[in-house]
């Protein structure tokens, strides 16, 4: 069973705020992610990461940045949103099982910056 | 980068029905897993599954993986199965590339 955590599950919030999503997992993961997925469209990475003091960035840019100073939690903060960050945000994490990778997911963020 | 693309984009079944999902993916792949996002936006693992078939209750699924193509089939669908059904491709670099999903709809 996988459990891993996100907060807030919604959050509406005015152009220019700082703001931290926070994703937490409690099955000892090396590896974690970050997901952007608009409505009704497909998932896209914009970060990861390998381990403790590790990050890298995904496939999509983002303004977002990320921090790994513990195994279990893996925050993205956005330092001043605006409206075109309005998604939702999923993070996950993964274990290896072969060559590759199973990755568990988190309930997600929904954002709305106005 | 790699290509995923999932069909049909959507699929309206009435309960009881069987259903067979695509997805073809451009290159070689260390792993293919599909996935389930329910409603409110939880994306639940449903098979790891990079190459052969397995089955899960009335789920079940294969890939060919050197034609480059998974199936998911879904038999005596239930109103609970609707959401989307994602497909996602691991290559070499260990990420996940997901494809556009399916949108199933199952009325009573």
């Known amino acids: 069973e996988a459990d891993i955590y996100q907060t807030p599950r919604y959050l509406v919030i005015g152009t220019g705020k700082k703001i931290t999503l926070e994703c937490s997992q409690t099955?000892?993961?090396?590896?974690m992610y970050w997901y952007q997925q608009d409505p009704g469209m497909e998932l896209h990475l914009i970060h990861y990461s390998y381990g403790v003091n590790s990050t890298e960035k995904g496939d999509l840019s983002s303004e977002s940045t990320v921090s790994r100073i513990r195994t279990e939690h893996f925050p993205l903060t956005l330092e001043s949103a605006r409206p075109s960050h309005t998604s939702q945000y999923l993070c996950a994490s993964s274990e290896k099982r072969g060559i590759g990778e199973t990755q568990y997911f988190g309930p997600g963020t929904r954002l709305l910056v106005l | 980068g790699i290509q995923v693309e999932q069909s049909p984009p959507d699929l309206i079944l009435q309960e009881g029905a069987n259903s067979t999902l695509r997805c073809n993916f451009s290159?070689?792949?260390?792993?293919l897993q599909w996935f389930h996002q329910n409603p409110w936006g939880q994306l639940i693992n449903l098979f790891y599954?990079?190459?052969g078939t397995k089955q899960n209750g009335r789920l079940s699924a294969t890939t060919v993986a050197t034609e480059r193509y998974s199936l998911l089939y879904i038999s005596s669908s239930q109103t609970t199965d609707s959401g989307v059904y994602f497909c996602?491709?691991?290559?070499?670099?260990?990420?996940?590339?997901f494809g556009t999903g399916t949108r199933l709809t199952v009325i009573p």
């Open positions: 290159d070689s792949v260390n792993n």
């Open positions: 099955m000892g993961h090396d590896k």
């Open positions: 996602a491709v691991e290559t070499g670099a260990n990420n996940l590339f």
């Open positions: 599954i990079p190459s």
